[in-house]
């Protein structure tokens, strides 16, 4: 069993970064393949980036490609997502995930594929 702990959300204005992070203890966190996912107000929980067990390959939503980046510390067991030219529509609660099956596309931007879960943190933008 992983529990994921996700924190750096807050509010932040428009054209601002912010760096989430993931702590995962319980399980080798190394075995998993490490997913962000996101959900709005009123909308289905969507893939926002990936990383490989060994953080070699990632795999970015188009909305957030070059403006976000995932990355991983297996020593630490812990996922970040650093997120640069925040827009408005990045705005929702954030979530980290846990998949220990295949590197497969669209596999890996699949919420069913992932088999553990944080309880999210909210990134709210000003404008």
């Known amino acids: 069993q992983v529990q994921l702990d996700e924190s750096g959300g807050g509010l932040q204005q428009a054209g601002g970064s912010l760096r989430l992070s993931c702590a995962a203890s319980?399980?080798?966190?190394?075995?998993?393949?490490m997913g962000w996912f996101r959900q709005g107000p009123g909308t289905e929980r969507t893939f926002v980036a990936a990383?490989?067990?060994?953080?070699?390959?990632?795999y970015y939503a188009n909305s957030v490609k070059g403006r976000f980046t995932i990355s991983r510390d297996n020593t630490k067991n812990t996922v970040y997502l650093q997120m640069n030219s925040l827009q408005a529509e990045d705005a929702a609660l954030y979530y980290c995930?846990?998949?220990?099956?295949?590197?497969?596309?669209?596999?890996?931007?699949?919420?069913?594929?992932?088999?553990?879960w944080g309880q999210g943190t909210q990134v709210t933008l000003s404008s």
């Open positions: 995930a846990a998949n220990p099956g295949r590197w497969t596309i669209p596999g890996i931007t699949t919420p069913t594929e992932y088999d553990y």
């Open positions: 990383i490989s067990r060994s953080g070699s390959n990632t």
């Open positions: 319980g399980g080798t966190f190394s075995r998993y393949i």
